[in-house]
């Protein structure tokens, strides 16, 4: 059951910040379509990570931050763009 309840409480956290996620990659990208994959990319390695829905939301957004620069990066770099 406890991972029952890890798996919800991370969902719930992803979701949260779905929309911002995008934002920031579509600020990065400047591109509809990159910025979900990138976006997307993104919150799937977050959600991967056993301890985040253990984070503050503050330390879940900077690590998230984090993670859009780099999936920005490399989704940009395999469209044959430069951000």
């Known amino acids: 059951m406890q991972a029952a309840v890890s798996l919800d409480q991370t969902v719930e956290a992803l ?3 779905e ?4 934002q920031l990659a579509f600020y990065i990208l400047q591109d509809e379509r990159l910025a979900a994959e990138a ?5 799937l390695a977050m959600g991967r990570e056993q301890a ?11 690590q998230v931050k984090k993670m859009i620069m780099r999936k920005a990066l490399i989704v940009s770099a395999s469209s044959g763009r430069r951000s």
């Open 39 to 43: 976006g997307e990319q993104a919150l």
């Open 19 to 22: 929309i911002w996620s995008y």
């Open 15 to 17: 979701r949260e910040l």
């Open 52 to 62: 985040f829905h253990l984070q503050s939301p503050a330390e879940r957004r900077e």
